[in-house]
């Protein structure tokens, strides 16, 4: 008992050595990863791809080139251009020189800007009364110095010009370089149509000298995030390695276990790099020195326009290289290490073993595949809600696990180990968790106001509704009592329809609160859970706000609070049965004792002691001749020697020699014998054999 505690103990010290230090090489490849993606020149790179500003923003320069359509009736229609956009196609002039040799003079072909009418007065309120932003129409732009508007903000429409205002119509700045954007981005296009992937750039690096700092930072930004997946894929291999020695080193109780072990380790791992790290590098975090020493700083807030472009991509790319690379290592092993191997080895191998082990294929370890399907999952349905376009790629990764594997257990690997149900119990005991990372990421993703267009919830509204409804049936259900209940519910529904929403009493309450708060740290705790309100209000969110709650819920009752119970409640309960169970088996005594069946009774005992001789009494209703004659009539049981004794009234059991056996010698299964020569089958050619000379031997086993 001493030495498999101490053994019990060894393995305990063991495996919290390894989660350390698992927690310290997450660390490690948190920070290799972060990098990879996130550093000065990685963000730099995708600065210079997508540069910040509103979306759609060539249509925008264009508004601005052709100014307002004053053809209307009213003032108020100063932010329509002109319908007709076919033939305004930009042009670079390549004989006019710029002062600024980073400047070219580009700009829309046989068409000048259009002036703005006197009463169009350039008003607008993005950086304050001193702020001033410039309609950019020259030909030759000075980028990173001057800040440009859009149409809105040289309108004399108030409603137009304020920053506050959502969709096309607000006011927004953007860099005057961005008509690089529209001017480079068609002709990129154009040429890698026409001459492909790998020679559109280089042609149009030669040809077209304004876009050669667009195709810089074009390849720049896509190197970049071949390196990032391919660096995750890498740092993953690593900790596949390290882990999987880590539960050779943990001394677990079986392979099943170990297996378990080391794919909870190897999923997070993987989990984590792959999926959290790139969210967290392009975050802003805020100011926390842990968190900036260990990862790049990003300018992301929201799962805005810019989220998708940098972060959705490199997402995107990890998972359709991940839907490629785990099975490169068994169809290169199945196809060409082995073959090559075993025809260069065969020539030196010079004795059975060698060969044996040369020609042996390895074997199917099930904690390398398991993490791989388990990490694809996860991460497809943790973005599925922002990016659908996950949803086929983890189908086909997923599918290509199914059948590579197969194809690999009947071409490659060797099965020597019965894993249990472990791994398949630690599998569906992460789906809840996977359920409830979906839907509040998908939760998130929906509530972005700037993406998808949706109404606040009114409880009002909902309220009214309900009332209306429960009006209907009750008028339906008391027609004969004449609608009184009817009346009454409508007027509860107006006065719930006359009063303030709730959603908006409490949102005026949050941000009057925000307003009186002076510690900085405590704004931006407020701001969070205001910006989160608004979010779960909208009606296209608030679903799946209400089904994480129910998933969180039961989660925490069942993983926390379930424990508690049994530790708690639960031995209350167990006390109960047990004095139940005590009280049905003394009611189950008297009832034999009624019967005379128990011991004391005057009847014997229904079931003898284990070394007594056989006696079992027989019951009243075992009395009869219609019940005794079969029971001594069953082949089975006249040949084990069973019988009744009609004078004592008993069940009894003789041997082969007549005399009265016991329990255990009653109970105890009979002689067999594996010799050929018994069989009644075989008995003539046992008889052939037998004068051949040998004389067969006998062997007795007793089961």
Known sequence: MKKNYKKLLIAMCRRSFTNFVTFL???????????????????SAQQAFNKPGPSSICSKILDVYQGPDFNTSTDNSATSPSNSTDDWTLQWNASSRCPDDASFDITFLNHSATPFPPSVLPFNDIGGASFNL??????????????????PCFTTDVNYTSSKAVGDDSCEAYDA?????????????????ADGLCNGPWKLWDVE???RA?????????????????????????????????GTFERHSSESNKAAAVVLKLFFAQWINTA????????????????QFLLAVGKLTDMERGWYTSVGAGITLTMLVNVVTPHLGPLLAAYVIFPVKRTFKQFTTVTTPQMTALFANPDFDISVRYPVVLNTIFVTFMYAGGMPALLPLGAVSCYLNYAIDKLMLMKLYRVRTAYDQALGTLALQLFPWMLLVHLGFSAWAYGVSSLLQSDLLSVSALAKQATSALASVQSSLSSQDGGSSAVNSTTTGDSLEGGDDPTELLQSFLQDQLAEVADPTLADLLSGVLKAYAKIVRLNTFPLFFFFVLVLLYLLLHRVLTPLFHVTVGIVFKCVGMLVRTLGCRSGRRVAT?????EGSGGGMMFPGFTALFERPLTTDEMGDDTITPVTKKPVDVARGFEIDADRRVLICRGVDGHHLRSWEATAAQV?????????KYTVRSNDIEPCGSEPKLTWLVV
């Open 594 to 598: 009624t019967r005379g069946l128990w």
């Open 134 to 151: 410039t309609r950019c129409t020259s030909t030759c732009f000075t980028p990173g110095l001057t800040t440009c508007g859009t149409l």
């Open 276 to 291: 959290v790290i790139v969210l967290l590098v392009n975050a802003n975090l805020g100011n926390v020195p842990v968190i």
């Open 25 to 43: 090489l997450l660390v490690v490849s948190c920070a290799i990863i972060s990098l990879a993606q996130g550093r000065e020149y990685c963000l």
């Open 209 to 211: 000298l304004p876009c």
């Open 177 to 193: 370089s961005s008509i690089l954007l529209c001017y480079c981005k068609p002709k990129l296009e154009a040429y890698v149509k």
């Open 672 to 680: 067999k014998t594996y010799a050929i020569e018994k069989n009644p």
């Open 214 to 246: 667009y195709i810089t930072a074009f390849l720049t930004k896509n190197g970049l995030l071949i390196a990032a997946a391919i660096t995750v894929i890498l740092v993953n291999t690593v900790l596949r390695g390290v882990f999987y020695a880590f």
